[in-house]
């Protein structure tokens, strides 16, 4: 079955503690972005890929880091998380630019 | 100005009519547009895209496109209790590292049976 895939689905954490929010797809996508969605503020990019070992910023980049080793994994790292970075974090992927998203499951993180 | 507004809702109307939901953009170099459904504490997924100028028909669904007044529109006839949820317009606007989506913050539709 074609999907993205997020781990874990829900995380609590503590201010500080370094976590990594898995995303893999298996439709040898191209390109992979992850979001954060808050009320009334929608969904927002906080970076995306456009291949192997090419990222880029979106609107939302501080605090978060990404790398894209594989093609079909694109994880999310927390350095350092903080309150403000509870959220609700989808990872989304594309066959080429200008298509649509088909996003993973989502990601509950809370961070107290 | 936010590069993509949508209506936040609610918007209610009865089982059987025509929900009409709008969108914004200001980027004039926009060159394809999106409209997701996504039900509470789900995923978003994608029900119709646009690249031209005019109408779109999938099913019950039509979106709409107006490049030169810069807005988008789906319109959902026969509306039905399971359309009920927040729909998310989806903008692709080209960036210096590429491309970005910038998604509205979506319009909540409820559905009254």
């Known amino acids: 079955e074609a999907q993205v895939t997020q781990n874990p689905r829900y995380l609590i954490t503590v201010t500080g503690k370094k976590l990594t929010v898995t995303c893999s797809q298996n439709?040898?996508?191209?390109?992979m972005s992850w979001y954060r969605q808050d009320p009334g503020l929608g969904l927002r990019q906080i970076y995306y890929?456009?291949?192997?070992?090419?990222?880029d910023k979106g609107d939302v980049p501080e605090g978060y880091k990404v790398s894209r080793k594989e093609k079909r994994n694109f994880p999310l790292i927390l350095e350092s998380p903080s309150p403000n970075q509870t959220s609700l974090y989808f990872c989304?992927?594309?066959?080429?630019?200008?298509?649509?998203?088909?996003f993973g499951q989502g990601t509950r993180l809370t961070v107290v | 100005q936010k590069e993509v507004e949508q209506n936040s809702g609610p918007l209610s109307v009865p089982e059987g009519a025509i929900a009409s939901l709008n969108c914004t953009y200001s980027d004039r170099g926009s060159q394809s547009f999106f409209w997701y459904r996504q039900y509470s504490g789900k995923s978003p997924e994608l029900i119709m895209f646009i690249y031209s100028n005019g109408d779109k028909e999938d099913g019950r669904f039509t979106a709409q496109l107006n490049k030169a007044s810069q807005y988008v529109s789906l319109l959902i006839r026969d509306s039905q209790p399971s359309d009920s949820a927040t729909y998310l317009c989806a903008v692709n606007m080209f960036s210096t590292g590429g491309f970005k989506t910038i998604f509205g913050a979506g319009t909540r539709l409820f559905v009254k049976a």
């Open positions: 890929s456009m291949n192997v070992e090419v990222t």
């Open positions: 989304a992927s594309s066959p080429a630019k200008n298509t649509e998203a088909f």
């Open positions: 439709m040898n996508h191209e390109y």
